[in-house]
């Protein structure tokens, strides 16, 4: 099949033109019925994942809870899919992708409880994970959205309340407030500084 660079509708995305393909060795997010081919990720935001990645499973979030880069498909008018670098599912949306054939998170499922992009330099990189991607992550549901931003030295905490996302912009120093991680350990406390393996 050749991928063209014309908006797909919804229906025909799921159908044939990108659940029956092969994952490409490339990365790729569907935005609005185009194929964007993300830039290749970092050493640091490799790491940056796997320490959260690591973290969670400390915490005692059950390990096949814990996703890296799994697609989720977004409603709107074109189709859209994001891969997350990061995602905790929820027990029912975990029970849901039991069995399927491809690890996507269909609209059809519950939302993931929480999704973490860890953002690369850019413009266009930047914008899509502060803007686009916090009103999907926000139609979709999904109860925490946070950005890592190795480049400003922050972490942006979304968590959605009555509908909407609350944000806070936490620096160097401050400890994430976050209600998946008070849920499994009220104690604990995660700082930016361990997130962004910068020293304190």
Same mark, same amino acid.
């Given at each position: 099949?050749?991928?063209?660079?014309?908006?797909?509708?919804?229906?025909?995305?799921?159908?044939?033109?990108?659940?029956?393909?092969?994952?490409?060795?490339?990365?790729?997010?569907?935005?609005?019925?185009?194929?964007?081919?993300?830039?290749?990720?970092?050493?640091?935001?490799?790491?940056?994942?796997?320490?959260?990645?690591?973290y969670f499973a400390q915490l005692g979030v059950p390990a096949d809870r814990i996703r890296m880069k799994t697609e989720m498909i977004i409603s709107g008018e074109r189709a859209t899919v994001r891969v997350p670098d990061l995602m905790i599912l929820s027990a029912e949306l975990a029970e849901a992708l039991e069995g399927a054939s491809?690890?996507?998170?269909?609209? *059809? !499922?519950?939302?993931?409880? %929480?999704?973490?992009?860890?953002? $690369? &330099?850019?413009? +266009?990189?930047?914008?899509?994970?502060?803007?686009?991607?916090?009103?999907?992550?926000?139609?979709?549901?999904?109860?925490?959205?946070?950005?890592?931003?190795?480049?400003?030295?922050?972490?942006?905490?979304?968590?959605?309340?009555?509908?909407?996302? *609350? !944000?806070?912009?936490?620096? %160097?120093?401050?400890?994430?407030? $976050? &209600?998946?991680? +008070?849920?499994?350990?009220?104690?604990?406390?995660?700082?930016?500084?361990?997130?962004?393996?910068?020293?304190?």
């Amino acid at each position: 099949m050749v991928l063209t660079s014309s908006p797909l509708s919804l229906t025909a995305f799921l159908a044939e033109d990108y659940q029956g393909q092969e994952p490409p060795e490339q990365t790729y997010e569907l935005e609005n019925g185009e194929l964007i081919a993300l830039p290749p990720e970092s050493n640091l935001n490799q790491k940056i994942a796997s320490v959260l990645f690591f973290y969670f499973a400390q915490l005692g979030v059950p390990a096949d809870r814990i996703r890296m880069k799994t697609e989720m498909i977004i409603s709107g008018e074109r189709a859209t899919v994001r891969v997350p670098d990061l995602m905790i599912l929820s027990a029912e949306l975990a029970e849901a992708l039991e069995g399927a054939s491809r690890s996507t998170v269909t609209l *059809d !499922m519950p939302p993931p409880c %929480l999704v973490v992009e860890v953002a $690369s &330099p850019g413009k +266009t990189n930047l914008d899509r994970d502060y803007r686009y991607k916090r009103s999907q992550y926000q139609a979709r549901a999904i109860a925490e959205y946070w950005i890592v931003d190795p480049m400003a030295h922050q972490v942006t905490v979304f968590t959605l309340v009555e509908g909407l996302y *609350d !944000m806070a912009v936490l620096g %160097l120093g401050a400890a994430i407030e $976050s &209600p998946l991680v +008070t849920a499994y350990q009220p104690a604990v406390n995660l700082t930016v500084n361990q997130v962004l393996l910068e020293s304190p």
